[in-house]
C-alpha cells in the first residue's frame, strides 16, 4: 500500500512508517508544517520517500493518514482526485472539555482514530466512526542503569505548556531528586537541559535513576512508554492514559503530589527497588504497546479503509 501521511508527530511517525508499506511525506519549500519531509532525528527506513507537494498528484496514493483537520483540503488539492482516508487523533480536547466536539465529529466517512482510550473518551465525537489504536514503539532495548540518581523529565516548550506538561509542580518535586529537563526550549527551565535526537535522548534517560512524567492533561506522551521500555521506574499524577499505562509494580501513580514527592525521594535512596520497577514496566510496556500489535492494529484497519 502507498500511504501519504504528514510528518506531524515525529515519535508516533517513526513507528508508523515501521511497517510494510510505502510511505509518502511530503515536502514543502522551508520544509514548513505542512511539508517537512523526512525526520532528521529519527531513524526512518528507506520504505519513507519524501514527496515534493506539486509532485504528489504524479503518485499513486491509496490512502491518506490525516492529523490536523485542514490536511483533508491539502490532499484533495494535492492529489487531485478523492482518496480513501483515516484521521488519526494524537491530543485531548481543549477549552469547554466536556462538550468539546471533535473537528470530524458532523462526518461519517472517515474513522477517526484515537490513540487512547482516554481521548475517545473525553471527545465528543459525534457522528464519526471511532476507533482506537493504542501507541506502539519501537523498542530501544532495555537500557537502564540507573547510575544516576536524578530523574529525567521529557517535554517540549515546558513554559509555554506549564499547566497541561506540569512543569509548574517540578520545583514541589526537585525537592526530593534533583531534576534534569529533555526536550525543545527546556533550557527556559532552572534545571539541567538537553534537546537530543531519539537515540541519544534514551541512551541519557537510561542512566537517571527514574522517569518523572509531571502531565496533567494529555493523550498519553509517548515518551512515558519509551522510558517504560528502556526499564525506567516511573512516577506520575493519575491522569490522563497514565493511569492505564503504569501497573503497580511499574512505579507509582497518584493525584496526591505528596505521595509523588515521596516516591521518587525512595526512588533517588533505593536503587534495587527501582530497578524491579524499571524491570516490571518494562514487561508491561512491551506486553501492552509493542511495535507489532500496533502494526497489525494498522494493517487491519488501512485494509478496510
Same mark, same amino acid.
Not at 532495555?142 to 523529565?153: D, F, K, P, Q, S
Not at 494529555?218 to 493511569?243: D, F, K, N, Y
Given at each position: ?17 515501521? #511497517?510494510? =508499506? ?7 519549500? *522551508? ?5 517537512? #519531509?523526512? %525526520?532528521? @532525528? ?21 490512502? !491518506?493518514?490525516?492529523?490536523?483537520? =485542514? ?15 483515516? $484521521? ?8 469547554? !472539555? ?16 484515537? !490513540? @487512547? ?17 493504542? =501507541? ?8 537502564? @542503569? ?20 506540569? @512543569? ?22 532552572? $534545571?539541567?537541559?538537553? *534537546? ?5 535522548? =534514551? ?7 527514574? $522517569?518523572?512524567?509531571? $502531565? ?25 492514559? %497514565? ?26 535512596? *533505593? ?6 520497577? #524499571? ?21 487491519? &484497519? &488501512?485494509?478496510?479503509?
Amino acid at each position: 500500500m502507498r500511504i501519504l501521511v504528514w510528518h506531524v508527530h515525529g515519535s508516533w511517525t517513526t513507528a508508523f512508517v515501521q #511497517g510494510r =508499506h510505502e510511505y509518502l511525506v511530503p515536502l514543502v519549500p *522551508d520544509r514548513g508544517p505542512d511539508g517537512r #519531509g523526512r %525526520a532528521r @532525528t529519527y531513524d526512518w527506513p528507506g520504505s519513507v520517500r519524501e514527496v515534493p507537494w506539486d509532485r504528489l498528484a504524479a503518485e499513486d496514493v491509496d490512502v !491518506v493518514v490525516y492529523q490536523r483537520p =485542514h490536511e483533508i483540503d491539502l490532499a484533495r488539492e494535492w492529489l487531485g482526485r478523492e482518496v480513501p482516508g483515516v $484521521y488519526v487523533e494524537h491530543n485531548t480536547p481543549k477549552g469547554d !472539555v466536556p462538550h468539546t466536539r471533535h473537528p470530524l465529529a458532523s462526518r461519517s466517512d472517515i474513522p477517526l482514530v484515537h !490513540v @487512547t482510550h482516554f481521548n475517545e473518551l473525553f471527545w465528543d465525537n459525534g457522528r464519526a466512526p471511532t476507533r482506537v489504536i493504542e =501507541h506502539g514503539v519501537v523498542d530501544p532495548g532495555h537500557r537502564y @542503569t540507573g547510575e544516576l540518581a536524578r530523574a529525567a523529565v521529557v517535554v517540549n516548550e515546558p513554559v509555554r505548556r506549564a499547566r497541561v506538561a506540569g @512543569t509548574d509542580l517540578l520545583a514541589r518535586f526537585a525537592e526530593a531528586i534533583p531534576l534534569e529537563v529533555f526536550g525543545m526550549k527546556a533550557e527556559a527551565l532552572p $534545571y539541567p537541559s538537553q *534537546d537530543l535526537p531519539q537515540v541519544r535522548l =534514551h541512551e541519557e534517560m537510561a542512566r537517571r535513576r527514574v $522517569y518523572l512524567h509531571p $502531565y496533567r492533561w494529555t493523550s498519553l506522551g509517548l515518551a512515558l512508554i519509551e522510558a517504560m521500555h528502556l526499564g525506567m521506574p516511573v512516577v506520575a499524577p493519575a491522569a490522563t492514559e %497514565a493511569v492505564e499505562a503504569v501497573p503497580p509494580e511499574a512505579g507509582v501513580i497518584s493525584t496526591r503530589v505528596d505521595t509523588l514527592v515521596a516516591a521518587l525521594r525512595e526512588f533517588a535512596a *533505593d536503587p534495587e527497588s527501582a530497578r524491579r520497577a #524499571g524491570k516490571a514496566a518494562r514487561d508491561a510496556a512491551l506486553a501492552r504497546y509493542g511495535l507489532r500489535r500496533f502494526l497489525d492494529d494498522w494493517d487491519r &484497519l &488501512l485494509a478496510e479503509v
